[in-house]
T-cell receptor
């Protein structure tokens, strides 16, 4: 399996622009997670899906952030409008079952977002 | 609320020396504990996990960790470090409670540097 695939690897954009990050989970995995990693806050869970349905979005920082999972093989995280404080590495991860059910998280290589 | 503390931000060891990375957790019941490793520009990879049973767990790349309930700790160890072990290491906690089994909480990470 190719693993979790994220695109783009790097994104540089200007403040106010819309940014869309993409993720393809591992085939057969029922859970998909979006994390954000910064030096100040470490790894933060933004939102997760189960069977394409958003279950918990309490980590989404603001209404400027939205995530969708239109099918089992694709998810997007959108920031509109983007701000410099959104600069971070965004990770997508998937798991076969809940991580707490002895099902490890598989992470993509991340998207490094820079908002100028 | 669950939490993880990794008290060491940065550790330097010589190649061939032993290693111990500290992790303390807070969780209201029996936790599920994980160690992940992140190489530069990469996502996180699972090293090992503890769910139940033997408190000493073995992982990949020669790593092991010991769960000590009385100390709320899950320290990662390796008898002899290799230069390729230089990376950032994250401890994470999750649990069996509905709603938390899917939400792993990560520590802030320990960056390991290996000198030759």
């Amino acid at each position: 399996d190719a693993g979790v695939i994220q695109s783009p690897r790097h994104e540089v954009t200007e403040m106010g622009q819309e940014v869309t990050l993409r993720c393809k989970p591992i085939s057969g995995h029922d859970y998909l997670f979006w994390y954000r990693q910064t030096m100040m806050r470490g790894l933060e869970l933004l939102i997760y899906f189960n069977n394409n349905v958003p279950i918990d979005d309490s980590g989404m920082p603001e209404d400027r952030f939205s995530a969708k999972m239109p099918n089992a093989s694709f998810s997007t995280l959108k920031i509109q409008p983007s701000e410099p404080r959104d600069s971070a590495v965004y990770f997508c991860a998937s798991s076969f079952r809940r991580p707490g059910d002895n099902s490890p998280l598989h992470f993509g290589n991340g998207t490094r977002l820079t908002v100028t | 609320a669950q939490s993880v503390t990794q008290p060491d931000i940065h550790i330097t060891v010589s190649e061939g020396a032993s290693l111990e990375l500290r992790c303390n957790y807070s969780y209201g019941a029996t936790p599920y504990l994980f160690w992940y490793v992140q190489s530069p520009g990469q996502g996180l990879q699972l090293l090992l996990k503890y769910f139940s049973g033997d408190t000493l767990v073995q992982g990949i790349k020669g790593f092991e960790a010991e769960f000590k309930r009385s100390q709320s700790s899950f320290n990662l160890r390796k008898p002899s470090v290799h230069w390729s072990d230089a990376a950032e290491y994250f401890c994470a906690v999750g649990g069996g409670y509905t709603g938390t089994a899917s939400k792993l909480t990560f520590g802030t990470g320990t960056r390991l540097q290996v000198t030759l």
